[in-house]
C-alpha cells in the first residue's frame, strides 16, 4: 500500500475482515484500529435503530476520514479508507477512494 | 426557544428526518423522533454515538463529527459543546450539507443545561418531546 506522493496529506488503511491492519504509516495505523473500533459501535447502533448494514464511516475535523466496509458471512468487516490530514470533505475522499478501486 | 423547537430547525436541512440531544453524562435532552422509538432506545443508541465521537478525537483531536452511513439511514453525530447532537437523516444525505446548516442549531444548543419542561400531550401529532 503506498501513496501517490510522499507530501500527499493523503494516507490509506485498510483493516481485513480477520483484524489484520494494512497501513501506511502509524497516524494511518492508529486511524485504522479507531475505525475498526467505530465499526463495531455502528453495528450496535444499527441493532437498536434497525438501520441495516453499516456502509461507511466519516470523520471529519481538523482531520478527516472516509471508510467504506464490505460485509463477509464468514469474518468481520473489510474496511478500505482514507484519512487526509489536512481535512478535506468525505465527498472527495470518497471519490478518491472509489478511484483507487477501480 | 425550546430545544426541541431547535430539533425540529434541523428539519429542514436537506435530507435530515429526526434529531435528538444528549447532555454531557448521555442523558437525553430532547427528541424530535417518532414515538415508537423510546427513550431508552436513544439514549442507548446516543451514548455509543458519543462514545464513537470520543474515540475518533483521540487519533484526530478537534474532530467534531461522525458519520455512520447505514443501508437505510444515516446517522450524524455532532458535538454541541457539552451536549451531543444525533440527526438522523437519509442515507444519501450530504455531509458536507448537513455540516454547514446544522452549525448554527449546534452552537444554540450547546447552551441547553437540562430538559424541556413537559409539554401537554398532543394524540394527533406524529412526534413527542423526551417522556
Redesign the interface.
Known sequence: MSNRHPADPVRAFRVEGDGYVEAVDPAARQVSETVAYLARLGAAVSELLGAGDLRAIEVMGPASVYAELRHSPIEGPTISGLLDRLGSSPESLRDRLHGRLQ | MLAVEELLLARDVPGVTGSFLLDGDGRLLARDVPVD?ADD?LV??GR??G??LA???????????????????A?FSVRAGRNLLVL?AE?AA???VV?IATRAIAARLALVERPDPPQPPDPAAPFAGPG
Open positions: 422509538v432506545v442507548v443508541a455509543r454515538c462514545a464513537a474515540a475518533a478525537r483521540v487519533p484526530m483531536p478537534g474532530s467534531d463529527q461522525v458519520v455512520l452511513r447505514f443501508a437505510q439511514l446517522v438522523l442515507d450530504e455531509t458536507s455540516r
